[in-house]
């Protein structure tokens, strides 16, 4: 029996506008975060939050069973009372996901996160706890 398979991040194609937006987040800093989908073979952009929406607002716009890739512009303060900004990409993969959306994310990811010259920190979360705003802080410093 002769069985088939793709490789999915060999043949996955990125939107010019996932760079562009992300070229704004970093430069510009008119978004605070940028939520991205696999849709047809391709990362498109899924949602961009304005550079006044929250952490709170971020992490709402990501559905509860369904993989995405997401960038957030996170500002905080240091000990030494400066203020400073990271970002931070993140691979949302929650258990309820479908099996077969989870191994094309995973797959891809590595291929994608190339394309975005500037990420600083990476988590990968499979449910709200394990993005929650204090681990961001702590990754943060």
Known sequence: MFMSFRVYSSGMNVDDECKLKF??????????FIVFKIENQ??????VGGPTETY????A???PSECRYAVFDFD????ENCQKSKI???AW???TSKVRQKMVYASS????KRELDGIQVELQATDPSEMSLDIVKARAI
């Open 93 to 95: 993969s929650p258990d």
């Open 88 to 90: 931070f990409f993140i």
């Open 76 to 79: 905080f303060t240091t000990e």
């Open 42 to 47: 391709e990362v498109v952009v899924d949602k």
């Open 61 to 63: 716009s990501l559905p």
């Open 23 to 32: 070229l704004e987040l970093k430069a510009k800093r008119n978004h605070r």
């Open 56 to 59: 709170e607002d971020f992490t």
């Open 109 to 112: 990811k590595d291929r994608f």
